[in-house]
């Protein structure tokens, strides 16, 4: 069965850096598209950043673009979110995603496998 499992997360001060993992298993991991999303108390589930499979197009929301760096590393099954510049807006569960249906990579609606989630704390 899918399994994603993140990793990672932490309390951290303004500024500082954060690396988030997510293994994956059950699949073959290198033919999807990863995403991941983060969620704070109240909000819904924003998209952060995702990796295509085929040639690791990219993406970012607007809010994290220049600061976080996401990757994936086929032979590891494992997609990695690098945070720096943390600012306390950037506090919320981090959850990675597999992209299963025909949909833009932004919107939750296009993943079909979620993980449980990692928090992220920025202290200010």
């Known amino acids: 069965q899918v399994q994603l499992v993140e990793s990672g997360g932490g309390l951290v001060q303004t500024g500082g850096s954060l690396r988030l993992s997510c293994a994956a298993s059950?699949?073959?991991?290198?033919?999807?598209?990863m995403g991941w999303f983060r969620q704070a108390p109240g909000m819904e589930r924003e998209f952060v950043a995702a990796?295509?499979?085929?040639?690791?197009?990219?993406y970012y929301s607007d809010s994290v673009k220049g600061r976080f760096t996401i990757s994936r590393d086929n032979a590891k099954n494992t997609v990695y979110l690098q945070m720096n510049g943390l600012k306390p807006g950037d506090t919320a569960v981090y959850y990675c995603?597999?992209?299963?249906?025909?949909?833009?990579?932004?919107?939750?609606?296009?993943?079909?496998?979620w993980g449980q989630g990692t928090q992220v704390t920025v202290s200010s």
């Open positions: 059950g699949y073959t991991f290198n033919t999807y598209t």
């Open positions: 990796i295509s499979s085929s040639d690791e197009t990219t």
């Open positions: 995603a597999r992209r299963g249906y025909r949909a833009s990579v932004l919107v939750r609606d296009g993943y079909d496998y």
